[in-house]
């Protein structure tokens, strides 16, 4: 009977390691493994910012400093990003490249309780720094991947990715807010979120491996470096009315979407009063959400196209506000359930906002200039980025820094995401209903 078992796990070892083997193989399979690698670090840096900074006597505005300074870094380098990017035969070298940086300023953001007075401001640079190669990174990715997997299997592509990277997304949060709450001084504390770097450093290294694995099918054509090409870029990209369309309308969706980020974490300690667990909690929730709904959202996709199902995610989107107000001033027990089940369903929204972007944005781009037009994308999100989470924080000490003014910021967010949805709307239906109406001869 032990032989039985040694010999069945003997199996499915093997059975497992041959799948993962196989997956490596393709490209859109090292994009899931590396897409779960990426999520790893992201959820060790970013769900712990605030509270390290808290931790070393950051204030409501530093907080939001976190938000605006590495967006105005973003806005400086990403055109140039995007010119560099496609002017290289190999752009998976400019992937390569960012996440070494990215690794190299974590490690530096790490070092910022040893520097005293200095510690918030040298940490909020660094980690802007360390923002800025994401960027680097994303704005490249995105490029690369277009040209490495092709356009029919995008969609289960991005989608595969996309859930299974909640996996990670599942599990850190709860071990890192365990981990966290477990200890009792804020030095210790503290003394975790600098290992958290650390570690992020080191799994960031392993993702340039897996994207060392990749190859490009379908390469764009090297655009060099000139004046001349970036002013026939900027006339590409003024003359091309989907992009343009496109970008004007998912800006507004950006800047709803971007306004209570900090205010947000603000709602969750002071008013909800969650602590390390309880927001580890929290973002399980929001992982598991997503995890569950990405295959619901890729079959709308695969129906109706991308567009509008984003429609219905930005719609949930809207939830997070109204959860969060109706919920800081309850005194039941339930309450954090009820803010739970609402943070849940917002989620949802959050995972196809994620997925459809990206999509949609590449179905406006044609291969000429293709990089140059993404990073004009992320500058005026970056733009959004830099600015709404400072304006949510500005409203909210504005109107008295109470709960009073904590619920009237909210209530304004959740009417501009109302809004932001219904202009998508208008957006699809210029671009795709009636364009299937005019084609039908309706």
């Given at each position: 009977m032990v032989k039985f078992i040694i010999n069945r796990f003997k199996t499915e070892i093997s059975d497992r390691a041959f799948i993962i083997k196989k997956m490596l193989s393709t490209n859109s399979g090292v994009y899931v493994f590396e897409g779960i690698v990426c999520t790893l670090t992201l959820n060790l840096v970013l769900n712990n910012n605030?509270?390290?900074?808290?931790?070393?006597?950051?204030?409501?505005?530093?907080?939001?400093f976190i938000q605006m300074t590495p967006h105005l870094l973003n806005m400086a380098i990403l055109i140039p990003i995007g010119i560099v990017a496609d002017s290289l035969k190999n752009?998976?070298?400019?992937?390569?490249?960012?996440?070494?940086?990215?690794?190299?300023f974590y490690l530096a953001a790490m070092t910022s309780p040893f520097l005293g007075d200095l510690r918030i401001v040298w940490f909020i640079v660094m980690y802007s720094f360390s923002a800025g190669m994401f960027t680097m990174y994303n704005v490249s990715w995105q490029s690369f991947f277009s040209e490495?997997?092709?356009?029919?299997?995008?969609n289960r592509t991005l989608s595969s990715r996309q859930r299974w990277r909640t996996v990670p997304g599942m599990l850190l949060p709860i071990?890192?807010?365990?981990?966290?709450?477990?200890?009792?001084?804020?030095?210790?504390?503290?003394?975790?979120?600098?290992?958290?770097?650390?570690?992020?450093?080191?799994?960031?290294?392993?993702?340039?491996?897996?994207?060392?694995?990749?190859?490009?099918?379908?390469?764009?054509p090297v655009i060099k470096v000139s004046f001349a090409n970036l002013k026939k870029a900027v006339s590409a990209l003024v003359k091309n009315k989907k992009f343009l369309f496109f970008c004007g309308t998912i800006l507004i969706c950006y800047m709803a979407f971007q306004f209570d980020w900090t205010l947000y974490f603000i709602g969750m300690t002071r008013y909800l009063e969650l602590n390390e667990a309880l927001i580890g909690?929290?973002?399980?929730?929001?992982?598991?959400?997503?995890?569950?709904?990405?295959?619901?959202?890729?079959?709308?996709?695969?129906?109706?196209?991308?567009?509008?199902?984003?429609?219905?995610?930005?719609?949930?989107?809207?939830?997070?506000?109204?959860?969060?107000?109706?919920t800081a001033n309850m005194v039941s027990g339930a309450r954090f359930y009820l803010f739970l089940a609402g943070h849940a369903l917002a989620s949802a929204g959050m995972a196809c906002f994620w997925l459809n972007v990206i999509q949609c944005l590449l179905t406006t781009l044609t291969n000429e200039y293709r990089t140059i037009s993404i990073s004009a994308f992320c500058v005026l999100t970056s733009l959004s980025n830099a600015l709404m989470p400072l304006t949510g924080v500005a409203l909210y000490n504005k109107f008295g820094a109470?709960?009073?003014?904590?619920?009237?910021?909210?209530?304004?967010?959740l009417l501009f995401r109302l809004f932001a949805a219904g202009l998508w709307l208008f957006r699809w239906y210029m671009t795709e209903k009636r364009v299937v109406k005019t084609d039908a001869g309706v």
């Open positions: 605030y509270l390290f900074l808290t931790r070393m006597g950051a204030s409501d505005y530093q907080l939001s752009k998976k070298k400019m992937v390569m490249f960012s996440l070494a940086m990215m690794a190299f490495a997997v092709p356009v029919g299997e995008r071990i890192t807010g365990a981990v966290l709450s477990s200890l009792p001084a804020v030095e210790s504390k503290i003394k975790a979120h600098q290992a958290f770097f650390v570690i992020s450093a080191a799994v960031t290294i392993f993702q340039i491996l897996l994207i060392n694995r990749l190859k490009s099918d379908a390469p764009a909690v929290t973002i399980l929730t929001e992982a598991m959400a997503s995890f569950l709904s990405i295959k619901f959202w890729s079959r709308m996709n695969e129906k109706y196209g991308a567009t509008l199902p984003l429609f219905f995610g930005l719609l949930l989107i809207g939830v997070f506000p109204l959860t969060i107000m109706t109470d709960l009073k003014a904590f619920q009237t910021v909210c209530l304004i967010i």
